[in-house]
């Protein structure tokens, strides 16, 4: 099961090793100016605030998981081909729409598969999650050594994402998927135990936490083209995402060692201290150094994330939980940040930007703070050969 998953995060990631590099240097091919980049990001962004939700509740009710992760990946195979043909804002915004509306959901999709069938998921989600960053690491170190990707070619950018897209259909077809519809009366007393206080300060604080990081996602490719001055950006992503390689595979020992409020504050903080360096200290070797700092940005705090989540949902709400997460945390925030950072970038400069995006994180702390007595305690170890499918306690 393990391999099963291990191969899946692999060649999933390798579709965003695609798309976060690529999307917004495919606008730019595509003849769209900075602040038309960040309002089709946006739209995306909007799209995969609902996307993730009707699909996530659908897939609880209906007992359908792994097929809507098949089908959601093959929509956005194709919306790719039209936004690859056309030049009209209006078009690419509702074509943007379709790709956010399906492309964010295959990876909360495949988290409530994981955390639903891995026999102890605290510890074995970080392990084979981990096998979804190296798929993005040599992915994108694959295009940059082969040279499969011109980044003044919209058509070369739109084959590098639909493929992966393609091959992950495959590897989604030896996925377990034991979850059935549920009862109606049984979810709705697991949703009003799981969706407290205590879930809604959490999904603020991350979605303060991805404010902050979104002007680096939406935004680096451009800032390293138009700052630091250079002609192939991949790499440099290739780089942040070998540091959270390490990070990941063991998060479940981090967590287990300071828990799960120290590992958030700690990711917080490095956002805003990242986007500080960008800011501030615009040279090849500041960035560069700057890209350790994503074992903590993106790494500790993923995996931390996902354990909390698990915790609180019980499975048959899980779907639910974690495409709240993905559209509440993941697709809101990047919908304002990338549409106002557009906006920073066309009227302010980057400096600008990456100041301001540096504060929400530590906002996000306070909140944090708010509720730290009150996070789920993480499990002790699962016995071998538990059922997978137990609710925790």
């Known amino acids: 099961m393990l391999i099963r998953f291990g191969l899946h995060y692999f060649v999933l990631f390798?579709?965003?090793?695609?798309?976060?590099?690529?999307?917004?240097?495919?606008?730019?091919?595509?003849?769209?100016?900075?602040?038309?980049?960040?309002?089709?990001?946006?739209?995306?962004?909007?799209?995969?605030?609902a996307g993730p939700m009707v699909i996530g509740y659908l897939a609880d009710r209906l007992g359908q998981r792994r097929a809507l992760l098949m089908a959601c990946l093959a929509a956005f195979a194709a919306l790719m081909l039209p936004l690859n043909a056309t030049s009209s804002l209006a078009v690419a915004a509702v074509l943007a729409g379709g790709v956010g509306f399906v492309g964010r959901t295959p990876i909360p999709l495949t988290d409530t598969l994981a955390t639903h069938?891995?026999?102890?998921?605290?510890?074995q989600y970080g392990r084979v999650r981990v096998w979804g960053s190296l798929g993005y690491v040599l992915t994108l170190l694959g295009i940059r050594a082969l040279g499969?990707?011109?980044?003044?070619?919209?058509?070369?950018?739109?084959?590098?994402?639909?493929?992966?897209?393609?091959?992950?259909?495959?590897?989604?077809?030896?996925?377990?998927?034991?979850?059935?519809?549920?009862?109606?009366?049984?979810?709705?007393?697991?949703?009003?135990?799981?969706f407290d206080k205590v879930f809604w300060l959490f999904l603020l604080a991350a979605a303060l936490h991805q404010v902050g990081i979104t002007a680096h996602y939406s935004f680096f490719s451009l800032y390293l083209h138009d700052v630091v001055g250079m002609k192939q950006a991949g790499w440099v992503w290739a780089l942040g995402s070998i540091f959270e390689l390490p990070m990941i595979?063991?998060?479940?020992?981090?967590?287990?060692?300071?828990?799960?409020?120290?590992?958030?504050?700690?990711?917080?903080?490095?956002?805003s201290l990242r986007l500080a360096i960008y800011a501030l200290v615009p040279v090849l070797a500041a960035v560069l150094a700057a890209q350790a700092l994503h074992a903590l940005t993106f790494g500790l705090f993923h995996v931390a994330s996902i354990e909390f989540l698990r915790r609180k949902a019980p499975p048959a709400r899980r779907g639910l939980a974690m495409a709240l997460y993905m559209s509440l945390v993941l697709g809101l925030p990047?919908?304002?940040?990338s549409f106002a950072g557009g906006l920073v970038i066309e009227h302010f400069g980057y400096t600008v930007l990456y100041l301001s995006y540096a504060v929400p994180p530590l906002v996000?702390?306070?909140?944090?703070?708010?509720?730290?007595?009150?996070?789920p305690p993480l499990p002790p170890?699962?016995?071998?050969?538990?059922?997978?499918r137990t609710p925790a306690p």
């Open 117 to 123: 069938e891995l026999p102890d998921p605290a510890n």
């Open 14 to 49: 390798a579709v965003f090793a695609t798309i976060n590099p690529y999307l917004q240097l495919f606008l730019r091919a595509r003849g769209f100016s900075n602040a038309q980049i960040g309002f089709l990001q946006g739209i995306v962004g909007l799209a995969g605030v």
């Open 381 to 388: 170890p699962a016995v071998t050969g538990a059922c997978p």
């Open 364 to 375: 996000g702390v306070a909140c944090l703070a708010a509720v730290r007595r009150r996070m």
């Open 148 to 194: 499969l990707v011109n980044e003044q070619s919209s058509t070369s950018m739109a084959i590098a994402m639909m493929v992966p897209a393609v091959l992950a259909i495959f590897s989604a077809l030896p996925l377990p998927d034991h979850h059935r519809a549920v009862d109606t009366k049984a979810a709705a007393a697991g949703q009003a135990g799981a």
């Open 249 to 271: 595979f063991f998060a479940g020992r981090v967590l287990r060692a300071v828990g799960l409020t120290a590992a958030m504050v700690a990711a917080m903080a490095a956002v």
């Open 334 to 337: 990047n919908l304002i940040g």
